[in-house]
Every structure is written in C-alpha cells, then in structure tokens.
C-alpha cells in the first residue's frame, strides 16, 4: 500500500467554513455561537471524489490519514470554549468522511488548544476522538497564539497532560502549527517551516523522551530546515551535553515527505535513516500547481519517492507503508481487520 500520512480537509463543503466565520463574529459581539448547519452526505461526498479521492487514484496512492484543515485551525482566535466547539465540529466532520470513505481514509483530529489555557480539554478530546470516532492520532500546535510564541516548549510540563494521554491510547501527533496573526511570518511559506524546526531543537534540548519513552511524534514538511542543517543539529547536542541524536531524539522523533521537489526529497534520504521517513503529500494544501519546470504538480511527492536514486525497493516499501503503519499502530490495526 501507498499511505499518504499528511491530509487536510482542504475542500470542506462551504457551510462547514461559513459557520466558523459566524461563530467567531458571534463571539466578538459577546454572543453564544449559532447552531451548526445541517451538511448532506452528498456534499461531503462531492467535496472528496472531486478533490482528493480523484488526485489518489492518478498518483496511485491508496490511503490517506486525513485531519481538518490545518490553517483553519487558528486557536489563537476566539477563547477555549470556542476553541473547542469548532474542534468538535471538524472532528466529526472527519469522521464523517472517514464514515463514508472508509477504504481510503482514516481520521486524525484538531486539538481544542487555546493561548494559556490548560490542556485537560485537549485530551479529552482526544479520547472522544480515538475511542468513539475511530481516530488514529492528533495534530499538536506548538504554537497556538499563532506566531506569537507565547507557549513553553514542548519539552515542558504544560504539555504532560496531552502526552500522557497520547501515550495511554499508543497514538502519535503530528506537531503542525496553524495561521499566523504575526505579519513576520507567512504562514506556509515561514511560519509552518520556522515551527517544524524550532519543534526539533527543543526536543534536542531538553530530555522529554526519557520522561516518555514511547512517544512518538511527526515532523511535517520534511522537518523544516533540519535535515538541510544536520550536522548543525548534531554538533548542537554535542555541545549541549546531549546523547547523539539517534539515540537521544531519533527513536520517537519522525519526519514526512512533503517537500515539493526532487533535490529536497534526495537530500531528505540521504540525510535522515529511513524508518524515519513517512509518505505524505499535503495535497491540495499549502502549495498548489504545476510545476513549471517538470510539468508536474508540486505535491505529487510519490514521484519524487520513485525517482530517488538512493532509494531501494525495500526503503521505498518502508516510506510508503511500512513506517507509516508502525507509528500509527490504531491505522494498521483497523488495516489488519479488513485483511490488508
């Protein structure tokens, strides 16, 4: 199997996006937040076989670990009861697409994180999510006021409540930041990038997987800056007293595909061992188009897999499944019952 561990509901039936739009206004004026609208089947049917289910299958990949829209997120707007009726609303829509689609995708939910606030909601949400909808993980913000960097690091004890949880229902988090409300930073072209790499710097800073030895997380993006700085990142855990890193981060610590073309996706294998690399697209997420230059869409990342000349059939089989599987075990768990 080709399992794209990295979707967003990118193409959410308009109604879904309208809503927010209005409970955020709601909430401005100091008012409760309206009743959710009624969505059909066939519009969240439409808004899949057109999008992505259609790009699947012409890239011939098979499965997607799908969550709501990362830049839609934006926890830094509204308060943490907002926060948490619009995870709840996105999460189930997930899961309704999971519910329809259940071949080809399998949910991983949005967090109800806000500024400051404690994480308890966080994890209850979840349990919801991984023991009623049948989710497999979570994306983890690091930076909920978006862009602001007001929270501690990851490695601080804020952020035991969601790990403890994660670790009770063996589901990893893919560490995704969402919008940025800073002008500095662009948020997919900046912002995104800057929080993949700085997320990995505070996991060789501190000591958080001795604390949770299970843990596992998933660096988007190609890991931002860090495989093209490796022996930066190396030489800096030297300095800092710190195990090396394949001792220290590299058991718990994972990094995706989408890195839009060939010389980045080469050098991402060549840099990182590949148990840590999974398959991922982001398809139409932050880069859309053809690629000028190859006449291929930017994101159609199985190629630049397949075209990889230090890749062998076997390492290709991890990145496509076999890696994916392993750190989502609840994903090949509900593979296993279906016989695949």
Same mark, same amino acid.
């Given at each position: 199997?080709?399992?794209?561990?990295?979707?967003?509901?990118?193409?959410?039936?308009?109604?879904?996006?309208?809503?927010?739009?209005?409970?955020?206004?709601?909430?401005?004026?100091?008012?409760?937040?309206?009743?959710?609208?009624?969505?059909?089947?066939?519009?969240?049917?439409?808004?899949?076989?057109?999008?992505?289910?259609?790009?699947?299958?012409?890239?011939?990949?098979?499965?997607?670990?799908?969550?709501?829209?990362?830049?839609?997120?934006?926890?830094?707007?509204?308060?943490?009861?907002?926060?948490?009726?619009?995870?709840?609303?996105?999460?189930?829509?997930?899961?309704?697409?999971?519910?329809?689609?259940?071949?080809?995708?399998?949910? *991983?939910?949005?967090?109800?994180?806000?500024?400051?606030?404690?994480?308890?909601?966080?994890?209850?949400?979840?349990?919801?999510?991984?023991?009623?909808?049948?989710?497999?993980?979570?994306?983890?913000?690091?930076?909920?006021?978006?862009?602001?960097?007001?929270?501690?690091?990851?490695?601080?004890?804020?952020?035991?409540?969601?790990?403890? !949880?994660?670790?009770?229902?063996? *589901?990893?988090?893919?560490?995704?930041?969402?919008?940025?409300?800073?002008?500095?930073?662009?948020?997919?072209?900046?912002?995104?990038?800057?929080?993949?790499?700085?997320?990995?710097?505070?996991?060789?800073?501190?000591?958080?997987?001795?604390?949770?030895?299970?843990?596992?997380?998933?660096?988007?993006?190609?890991?931002?800056?860090?495989?093209?700085?490796?022996?930066?990142?190396?030489?800096?855990?030297?300095?800092?007293? !710190?195990?090396?890193?394949?001792?220290?981060?590299?058991?718990?610590?994972?990094?995706?595909?989408?890195?839009?073309?060939?010389?980045?996706?080469?050098?991402?294998?060549?840099?990182?061992?590949?148990?840590?690399?999974?398959?991922?697209?982001?398809?139409?997420?932050?880069?859309?188009?053809?690629?000028?230059?190859?006449?291929?869409?930017?994101?159609?990342?199985?190629?630049?897999?397949?075209?990889?000349?230090?890749?062998?059939?076997?390492?290709?089989?991890?990145?496509?499944?076999?890696?994916?599987?392993?750190?989502?075990?609840?994903?090949?768990?509900?593979?296993?019952?279906?016989?695949?």
């Amino acid at each position: 199997m080709i399992i794209d561990c990295h979707g967003h509901y990118t193409t959410a039936p308009p109604a879904h996006t309208d809503w927010r739009v209005s409970q955020l206004a709601a909430f401005r004026e100091g008012g409760r937040s309206p009743a959710y609208p009624a969505i059909s089947d066939d519009e969240i049917r439409e808004s899949i076989e057109q999008n992505q289910l259609r790009l699947l299958r012409e890239r011939g990949a098979d499965m997607t670990i799908f969550s709501p829209r990362a830049s839609a997120m934006a926890h830094h707007e509204g308060d943490e009861r907002v926060s948490m009726e619009w995870a709840r609303a996105c999460n189930d829509l997930i899961a309704r697409v999971a519910g329809l689609f259940p071949d080809t995708f399998i949910g *991983v939910c949005q967090l109800p994180q806000s500024p400051g606030a404690p994480l308890d909601g966080s994890a209850a949400e979840l349990e919801r999510c991984v023991t009623e909808l049948g989710f497999a993980g979570c994306n983890l913000n690091p930076d909920p006021s978006g862009g602001r960097w007001t929270s501690p690091p990851l490695t601080d004890r804020y952020w035991y409540p969601i790990f403890e !949880k994660m670790t009770e229902l063996d *589901v990893p988090a893919m560490v995704h930041v969402s919008s940025s409300c800073n002008p500095v930073f662009h948020a997919t072209g900046a912002h995104y990038i800057n929080a993949d790499t700085t997320a990995f710097m505070q996991l060789i800073q501190g000591d958080l997987f001795a604390d949770f030895p299970d843990l596992r997380l998933v660096i988007p993006h190609g890991g931002g800056a860090v495989p093209y700085h490796w022996g930066r990142y190396r030489g800096l855990a030297h300095m800092l007293g !710190k195990p090396p890193l394949s001792e220290h981060v590299m058991n718990n610590v994972f990094f995706d595909t989408c890195v839009y073309h060939q010389p980045g996706i080469d050098l991402l294998v060549r840099i990182l061992p590949v148990d840590n690399i999974l398959f991922a697209s982001e398809m139409i997420g932050a880069v859309r188009g053809i690629d000028p230059e190859t006449g291929h869409h930017f994101d159609d990342t199985r190629r630049y897999i397949d075209a990889s000349p230090s890749l062998t059939a076997a390492d290709r089989d991890r990145i496509f499944e076999r890696n994916v599987r392993s750190v989502y075990p609840r994903l090949d768990e509900a593979l296993r019952a279906r016989g695949r």
